[in-house]
């Protein structure tokens, strides 16, 4: 009895001890270790996904996975519809780095960046990636913690993936899902989805610049943009020329007697609302349940 006694209270240190080392305990921690350069960063609490059922939307076969990711669930049994918590990203020129928190298992990771041409040294891997001249760099910092850098050359000779010892990078928004754009991808419209392409040319001289869903009292989602300006003046000019937009796009429907689709992005589009806040230009996009439905 006594050995039993001595052996789980030595488990229950362990624990404890390993938790008490943990960096990233909360969505706050990880995103405060994002860049604060200026690529793009983006965040999605994938638990509150989960919880509302859209991840049923990526069941297997309906969005036609990646081959890769097939092989990768297959060898490492990792799934993001069940594993995946959180992840954060930061995107800047040909090079992308992750964070993301769930459930991962060390061993199968291991082997199947070795089985994929990778190198190993504690607690990091480095591999070649689909693309060729393109590397991934994996760790795990922590159990429930994975980085994974991908670019072209390693952000260090060692290929390791680093960390910021003093994040510093405050949540822009407190959605559950947010991207802060790049200034210079929005100076490249062209290279952005079309919605996103009408909003970027009144967009030029913002920054920052968030999009962020969030769903309201009544449960609707919403797609909201916070883009800050120079002054107010140009805030509110941002605003009549969104509005324009928005009023031309649904008056053009309306002459090709073709209303606008809640299933489709022009119906999202034409449901626009535009305010000012001292330098802010605030927008409002109503999410139909027709278009999350029209992904399965």
Excluded at 32 to 54: K, N
Excluded at 96 to 117: S, V
Excluded at 218 to 237: H, S
Aim: proline share 7%; charged share 25%.
């Amino acid at each position: 009895m006594i050995g039993l006694i001595a052996a789980v209270t030595a488990v229950a240190t362990y624990c404890v001890q390993r938790y008490r080392y943990r960096f990233v305990r909360s969505n706050a921690d990880l995103i405060a270790l994002l860049p604060d350069g200026s690529g793009t960063r983006f965040f999605v609490d994938v638990r509150l996904l989960r919880r509302a059922g859209i991840l049923d939307l990526f069941s297997p076969g309906r969005l036609g996975e990646d081959p890769e990711y097939k092989r990768f669930l297959r060898e490492t049994h990792f799934d993001y519809r069940r594993d995946l918590d959180t992840v954060g990203g930061a995107l800047e020129g040909d090079s992308a780095n992750f964070l993301l928190r769930g459930r991962f298992d060390r061993r199968q990771l291991w082997t199947y960046a070795a089985l994929r041409g990778g190198t190993c040294t504690g607690d990091w891997c480095r591999m070649p990636a689909v693309t060729p001249g393109r590397w991934v760099s994996i760790a795990l910092p922590q159990p429930d913690l994975l980085a994974l850098a991908v670019g072209r050359q390693p952000s260090n000779p060692s290929g390791r993936v680093d960390f910021k010892a003093d994040g510093r990078y405050p949540a822009p928004s407190a959605d559950p899902i947010w991207i802060d754009l790049s200034p210079e991808l929005l100076r490249q419209p062209a290279e952005l989805p079309l919605p996103l392409q009408i909003l970027a040319i009144s967009l030029r001289s913002a920054s920052p610049v968030v999009l962020s869903v969030g769903a309201d009292e009544a449960g609707a989602f919403q797609l909201k943009m916070d883009a800050q300006f120079p002054n107010r003046a140009a805030a509110d000019t941002a605003r009549k020329q969104f509005e324009l937009e928005t009023r031309s796009l649904s008056l053009a429907l309306a002459r090709q007697n073709h209303p606008s689709d809640p299933k489709g992005f022009t119906g999202l589009l034409a449901s626009g609302t535009f305010q000012v806040a001292d330098r802010h230009t605030l927008g409002h996009w109503l999410v139909r349940p027709e278009l999350i439905h029209a992904l399965e």
